[in-house]
T-cell receptor, first 114, second 112 residues
Framework: DAGVIQSPRHEVTEMGQEVTLRCKPISGHDYLFWYRQTMMRGLELLIYFNNNVPIDDSGMPEDRFSAKMPNASFSTLKIQPSEPRDSAVYFC????????????FGDGTRLSIL | GENVEQHPSTLSVQEGDSAVIKCTYSDSASNYFPWYKQELGKRPQLIIDIRSNVGEKKDQRIAVTLNKTAKHFSLHITETQPEDSAVYFCAATSGGYQKVTFGTGTKLQVIP
């Protein structure tokens, strides 16, 4: 079992640039979650998908953030244009909908916006 | 929506002592309560979980208790070791939508 795979692991870019974070969930998992973690705000749920459909995007901070899940094995989180306050660790997690199951997290993407 | 509060935010214990972290939740429909451990620079990893039809669960040095009436649950770590040092998150889930609400985390330091 490969686990949840995120790329890149680290991203450093300049303010105003577009940033794309990628996630491959565990095969067979029906739910995919994007989180942002900072010291100040802890773990925040940004958006989650069920069967590739966005269910709740109320945590997306503003229009600069967008997320897609074109198929069951791939999701992206895009920030355009990026700002220094977007610097954080972004985690992707997935789980199955067969009864209540724990979420499995990827290793995260550490994003630094200069 | 669900609100999960976690205390304390930091906890220091001597190696070998016990550590207790407490959480409360607001949504009586929540039925699944996982606990995650996050070491510095790493991803959160599930260490133990409990479902609402169970009052207590134990796994070696780790135990979790749940009081549905009071809507609180706790993590107990006995015989703490330096490798237990990490941030611990509690969470509550309503089964219908798999949406997890996390507590704010407890930074546990085990002093050798």
């Amino acid at each position: 079992d490969a686990g949840v795979i995120q790329s890149p692991r680290h991203e450093v870019t300049e303010m105003g640039q577009e940033v794309t974070l990628r996630c491959k969930p565990i095969s067979g998992h029906d739910y995919l979650f994007w989180y942002r973690q900072t010291m100040m705000r802890g773990l925040e749920l940004l958006i989650y998908f069920n069967n590739n459909v966005p269910i709740d995007d109320s945590g997306m901070p503003e229009d600069r953030f967008s997320a897609k899940m074109p198929n069951a094995s791939f999701s992206t989180l895009k920030i355009q244009p990026s700002e220094p306050r977007d610097s954080a660790v972004y985690f992707c997690a997935s789980t199955s909908d067969r009864a209540v199951q724990p979420q499995h997290f990827g290793d995260g993407t550490r994003l630094s916006i200069l | 929506g669900e609100n999960v509060e976690q205390h304390p935010s930091t906890l220091s214990v001597q190696e070998g002592d016990s550590a207790v972290i407490k959480c409360t939740y607001s949504d009586s429909a929540s039925n699944y309560f996982p606990w995650y451990k996050q070491e510095l620079g790493k991803r959160p990893q599930l260490i133990i979980d409990i479902r609402s039809n169970v009052g207590e669960k134990k796994d070696q040095r780790i135990a979790v208790t749940l009081n549905k009436t009071a809507k609180h649950f706790s993590l107990h770590i006995t015989e703490t070791q330096p490798e237990d040092s990490a941030v611990y998150f509690c969470a509550a889930t309503s089964g219908g939508y798999q949406k997890v609400t996390f507590g704010t985390g407890t930074k546990l330091q085990v002093i050798p």
